[in-house]
Structure formats: C-alpha cells, structure tokens
C-alpha cells in the first residue's frame, strides 16, 4: 500500500508483465543438500500480486530476486491491475486470468503465489471463488496483508480502501470457513516496523504459520534479503 496514486498504469488488465513467455517452459529444478540427503527441488512458477496503488514497478525488486535465486525468468509473473486503488473483487477475477495464463505458458498446472498488502485480500477472494474445486495454486505468500483491515484506510481512497476498512463487508465474506482452502499452504510474513497495517496484528491469520522479520518498512518487505530468503525457504521445501 503506498501512500499516492500510481501513474502510467495502462497496461491491459491483468497482464502477465512479464513479455515474451514461451509455450512450454516448465519449472527450473535443482539440487540441493538438507545434511547428507541430496534432494531435488522443484521451483514451481511464481505469480506477484501487488498491494493497494502499485504495480510492476514496486514489485521488479521482488521479480529481480527471483530470477537471481533461479526462477526462469519466464516462470516469473506480475499482475498489473487495470484500477490499482479498486475493488479486490475486481482484482481477483484479473488474478485468475493472470493465473491461467502463466499456468498455460509455463505448462504447469499449480503455481505459487506472493501478494504484498492488498493484493493478499484478492487473492484469497479469488481462491474462495475460483472456479475449480482443484487446488491450482500450491502456496501462497502474504506480505504484510491486512486480512482483518487497516485503519490507514481512512486516508487512502478507492473501492479497494473502503473494503480494507476494519468490519468491511468486503473482508466479513473472508473470514467464514477457513482462512485458505484445502490443498493450499500459506506464510504471513509482517514486519513490526509497519505503518501502514493497522493494527499490526491484522497482518496475521490464525492457523497459519506466521513470521515477524525486523525490520524493512511496509514497502521494503519487497526488496529485503532476510524476506526473500523466507519466502524462497517456504517455497522450495518439500511437501506440497
């Protein structure tokens, strides 16, 4: 969540944008050592979602990670929404078109997902409505998402800020039945230096596995070693 509107968005919505993806690419694996067992890891294609006002911009960072750490560049995505500061409900549907094009792209049928701030709350509307009762995505990563909203709201705009105001209607349709569906692992990952998520505990879900990492700003999550590292960790491990 920044706190201005962001500029020179007229992308289509919901882009891959990421340009020039392959038919066919599939997920880079590697070996590594836990002890003395060499294991396979698989690194399953990784879809950005950003936070409320933002787009590729904030999150090449991220991406720039990613593709350092390994990821194939083509099995990297970052959806860029058509109204940065609108509804989630909007922005989930643009998800799931983002979704199926890097799945189709990368030839894989689950993917992982990384939402910073807002676009957490897209994501889980999406995978409450996705159409497929499958879990297409495998994991998912939510960096500093108020999932119980944020009083910072109050001086944000947009659909999206009024649906991150705490008591929502928006956010009261999440918290029935489980915080993610069956056969999706999820990591809330929160940084005690946020100002922006209000109060702080919003950023965590009970029942999910939660990590407090001092200390990058809201923003910084996206472009903080020790952040990415988790992520990466959760992401290779086994299981899934």
């Known amino acids: 969540m920044r706190p201005g509107p962001r500029r020179g968005l007229g992308l289509a919505a919901c882009v891959l944008a990421v340009c020039g993806i392959p038919a066919g690419v599939v997920a880079q694996t590697t070996e590594t050592t836990w002890g003395a067992e060499s294991v396979v890891v698989e690194r399953n294609p990784v879809l950005l979602v950003p936070g409320w006002g933002d787009g590729l911009d904030e999150l090449s960072p991220l991406r720039d990670r990613f593709v350092g750490a390994g990821w194939p560049p083509a099995t990297v995505g970052v959806v860029v929404f058509r ?15 983002a979704a199926a094009a890097l799945r189709a792209a990368t030839g894989r ?17 999406h995978l409450r409505h996705r ?9 998912v990563v939510f960096l500093a998402t108020p999932h119980f909203g944020t009083y910072s709201s109050l001086v944000a705009w947009g659909e999206g800020a ?5 008591g929502s209607d928006f956010l009261l349709t999440l918290t029935e039945g489980r915080p993610v569906p069956h056969g999706v692992e999820a990591l809330t990952i929160r940084t005690p230096l946020d100002l922006h998520i209000l109060p702080p505990e919003s950023g965590a879900i009970p029942g999910v596995p939660d990590q407090e990492i001092c200390c990058p700003t809201h923003a910084g999550l996206l472009d903080d070693a020790d952040v990415f590292n988790r992520i990466r960790e959760f992401l290779e491990s086994r299981g899934g």
């Open 109 to 125: 049928y689950r993917i992982d997902i990384v939402a910073h701030s807002m676009g957490g709350l897209a994501v889980r509307y």
């Open 131 to 139: 159409a497929s009762p499958v879990a297409d995505v495998r994991r």
């Open 162 to 166: 009024r649906e991150m105001y705490p």
């Open 83 to 97: 109204d940065p500061v609108g509804s989630n409900r909007e922005h989930a549907r643009e998800i799931a078109r």
